[in-house]
């Protein structure tokens, strides 16, 4: 285990390096210019030379590579270009909104994804099984930005069931995210719908199925002990290689619906050239993506005794 | 001994693809959904051809045309004035899906929209299969540094969260060096900056996937005896690579193709909304984008004549995709 996690730690550094290169280099050469959109269109040279020292910008390349090494290593990306704010408190205060959508969002949809996939696979080559396999590929050809549009206009506009926009702290965000939380539902149950329902399958051919069957086991009993502890494996195992994609938010919901979390902190970073959140962001997501992944690895180990963290 | 060798002999030869035609042709839905793929692509290609001929003569686009020939008395340009109007039959055919708040007929657009969703969906996975396609090969047969070097490249690139890459490369293809260099290219008065603009992003994000599954399977493919036998013949690396590894991955390539193609399509509906997409020609993107102002405004039928042209597309290619998997799975020999 100890050997395990210290090499996969070292092999994440050189991922790390190359993560900051690529993303440096790409906003270094495609992002606006940050002095010109701090200070307008006519600025005076002496302002934008100052700027341009205080923010690092003065330096060739290679000296901001340095300087955002240096930044990951302390973990400290100083404060937004354009609001100032530290970016630890942005990243505080989007992080409570984003979970609040997600974390329920993502409990609710892998569960019934579950639930229908176990009834489709104990129904298999039924018309049940073939409607709902037509009805979850259907659903994913829905555009995502589509069910957004629609459900906002319909639920929230037309029928004023929800609030259409916005969000308030604490419990009274309540109401505000129900929307998001059932249309994220949608888009995802699926997609997850139909993998798991090829994870039960693939179960459901093994020896010890027909072993289980053979000894008068019933059906149900044999799907709901036997088969999905075993399906438990990959199930757990994708839903940790989900958790970092639940952190970093879906900025497409959080945009239109008002929602001030760590997607639409990205978004609005991205649109203007905010590099130190962008840093912070790049780093935030492929940490959490290389943690989660060992993650996954280990449930994967400990899940399954046959397997061996090698 | 001599039944055998002319039962041999007379046999039907069948080779794996006409045995997976025949598992496809199983399938009634799969049948009818590639009838569906087919129309589609009949008309996209029709809308290339009638924008290239417009180009070619120097004539403004069909979808530009003006209302006066559509039956309409209006000025077109008037978003908050009702000049829009629903469909209705008596605007026949070019009014038939009514007018956008721009005043121009959503048929118009959601058929040219066609032609826009198979250039990104089939140029952006041409791009990005052969690159997944190219590189899983050289560090699956290849493996040491060239391994070694594929792997560290794509577990990096998946490293970062997708919108930063694909909106960063985005941004790159359209405003930096690239863009410039794109507009002096004569292909560029026929595929515009946004549409190259996707295809690259595409191309650029998503060939990890098919990377990660071809070198995996050139790994097992590799210790096969007919790869020692070709090594043993004295074939080069690149002629074993290509013409006997290759045939027996490619089944993987196929069905990562329809994947990619549905990603496009609907990656191209995104980078649209966000402004790093279309924007010179109409697409589906474009149309989906309007409608969050012209919903507002009780303009329900562009959206629904762009979210029902991309729903059927990606569906019957996702359909597609699925039965094509199905069959080119030799283990569900049946």
Redesign the interface.
């Known amino acids: 285990m100890i050997p395990f996690l210290l090499r996969r730690v070292l092999y994440s550094i ?2 790390i390096l ?2 900051a290169l ?2 440096l280099f ?2 270094d ?3 606006g210019d940050p002095i010109q959109i701090k200070l307008g269109k006519n600025p005076d040279p002496i302002d934008v030379a100052e700027l341009r020292v205080e923010m690092g910008q003065d330096k060739p390349f290679f000296g901001k590579y340095v300087d955002f090494l240096g930044q990951i290593a302390t973990v400290d990306f100083g404060t937004s270009w354009f609001t100032e704010t530290p970016i630890r408190t942005i990243f505080a205060r989007g992080i409570v909104p984003t979970l609040s959508l997600t974390m329920p969002a993502f409990l609710l949809g892998a569960g019934i994804a579950v639930a229908l996939a176990l009834l489709v696979a104990f129904y298999r080559g039924s018309m049940l099984d073939k409607a709902m396999t ?1 009805l979850a ?2 659903a ?7 069910y957004i ?2 459900l906002q ?1 319909l639920l929230a ?1 037309r029928w004023k069931l929800f609030p259409i926009w916005g969000y308030e702290r604490g419990l009274g965000s309540l109401t505000f995210i129900v929307l998001p939380i059932l249309i994220w539902v949608l888009l995802s149950v699926g997609t997850d719908m139909r993998y798991f329902r090829t994870v039960a399958l693939e179960e459901i051919g093994r020896d010890y199925v027909r072993t289980a069957r053979s000894k008068g086991v019933a059906e149900g009993k044999i799907l709901f002990t036997h088969v999905l502890r075993n399906c438990a494996i990959p199930i757990v195992t994708r839903c940790a290689i989900i958790v970092p994609f639940l952190i ?1 938010g879906s ?2 919901l959080e945009i239109f619906f008002g929602i001030p979390g760590l997607g639409t902190v ?1 978004y609005e970073s ?1 649109k203007s050239s905010d590099l130190p959140v ?1 840093k912070a ?2 780093m935030l ?2 940490v959490l ?2 943690v989660f992944n060992v993650v996954a690895d280990i449930l994967y180990a400990a899940l399954d005794p046959r397997i061996r963290l090698s | 001994m001599t039944v055998v060798t002319e039962t041999l002999a007379t046999a039907e030869v069948r080779s794996p693809w006409r045995e997976a035609w025949r598992r496809y042709r199983k399938d009634r ?1 799969a049948k009818l959904f590639l009838v569906m793929f087919g129309v589609f692509f009949l008309l996209a290609v029709t809308a290339q051809i009638i924008e290239f001929v417009e180009i070619g003569q120097g004539n403004d686009p069909t979808y530009d045309r003006s209302l006066a020939q559509m039956g309409y008395e209006v000025s077109p340009g008037k978003m908050f004035e009702e000049t829009h109007h629903a469909p209705t039959l008596k605007a026949f055919p070019l009014g038939i899906l009514g007018l956008n708040w721009n005043g121009k007929s959503v048929l118009l657009h959601v058929f040219h929209g066609t032609k826009v969703a198979f250039v990104v969906g089939f140029w952006g996975s041409m791009l990005s299969v052969l690159i997944g396609m190219t590189l899983g090969l050289m560090a699956g047969f290849l493996g040491k540094f060239a391994d070694e070097t594929v792997v ?1 490249l794509y ?7 997708y ?3 694909m ?3 985005a ?2 293809f359209r ?2 060096k690239v863009a410039e260099w794109y507009r002096d290219l004569w292909i560029a008065k026929y595929v515009s900056l946004g549409l190259f603009n996707i295809i690259m992003v595409i191309g650029l994000t998503y060939w990890v996937t098919l990377c990660r599954l071809v070198r995996a399977e050139v790994l097992k493919v590799r210790e096969l005896d007919y790869v020692n036998a070709a090594r043993s013949l004295g074939f080069g690396n690149f002629r074993i690579m290509f013409k006997h590894v290759l045939p027996n991955v490619f089944h993987l390539v196929i069905i990562n193709f329809s994947l990619t193609f ?1 990603i496009a399509i ?1 990656s191209e ?2 980078l649209t ?1 966000l402004g790093v997409g279309v924007d010179k020609e109409p697409s589906w993107g474009q149309m ?2 309007f ?2 102002n012209e ?2 405004r009780g303009i ?1 039928w562009p ?1 629904a004549a762009a ?1 029902a042209m ?2 059927l597309l ?2 019957s290619v ?2 597609v995709g ?1 039965a094509l998997r199905d069959a080119l799975d030799p283990k569900l020999k049946d």
């Open positions: 050189p991922v190359g993560v690529i993303v790409l906003f050469v495609a992002g037509l590929i259907a994913i050809s829905i555009s995502s930005l589509v549009l629609v206009w506009d970093t900025f497409l990205l991205i962008i962001f790049t997501g492929t993506y290389i | 839905f560290y577990s990096t690139l998946a490293s970062i969260p919108l930063l890459l909106l960063a490369l941004f790159i405003e930096g549905v609907k509906v995104i909304f989906i984008s409608a969050k919903l507002m329900w959206l979210g991309l729903f990606t569906l996702n359909y699925d």
